[in-house]
């Protein structure tokens, strides 16, 4: 059986939406750090919990809080999961400017946290992803 299970994942993402800070802890790790893939203003290694958040509310702020992830499926083992994702929003300040890809996030847990994370983006997302999330 895994020690990582797909409820706990749900629940760390649920807990990261919720934007409460104590809820949040119980999942993701303070010295975690995240790997964002591409080649725009958001790329690039985050840092501990709070550059994550940063990241996230980054997010939430270029996308008008219209970023989603929708779960297709996720897979679990005794250290890492892995969850697939349809990632939707529009640009704030440009509805014309929409995003629609899929992602693939790795995580590595440690004690029920998130230690570590890491987005791919599938097939022509990768162009997509840049493109939404450079300058308006």
């Not at 440009?94 to 983006?121: C, F, M, S, Y």
Request: hydrophobic fraction near 35%.
């Amino acid at each position: 059986m895994p020690t990582v299970t797909p409820e706990q994942v749900a629940n760390a993402y649920a807990a990261l939406m919720s934007g409460d800070r104590n809820q949040i802890e119980q999942y993701w790790a303070e010295d975690m750090r995240w790997y964002v893939p591409g080649h725009n203003l958001l790329s690039g290694w985050k840092e501990g919990l709070d550059g994550f958040l940063g990241f996230m509310r980054q997010v939430g702020e270029l996308s008008g809080n219209s970023f989603h992830m929708e779960n297709l499926c996720t897979t679990t083992s005794d250290e890492y999961s892995a969850d697939v994702t349809r990632n939707r929003g529009q640009r704030a300040g440009n509805p014309a400017k929409q995003l629609d890809i899929t992602a693939v996030h790795v995580l590595r847990w440690r004690d029920g946290k998130v230690t570590e994370g890491r987005g791919a983006i599938m097939g022509d997302g990768t162009a997509q992803y840049d493109q939404f999330w450079s300058p308006v």
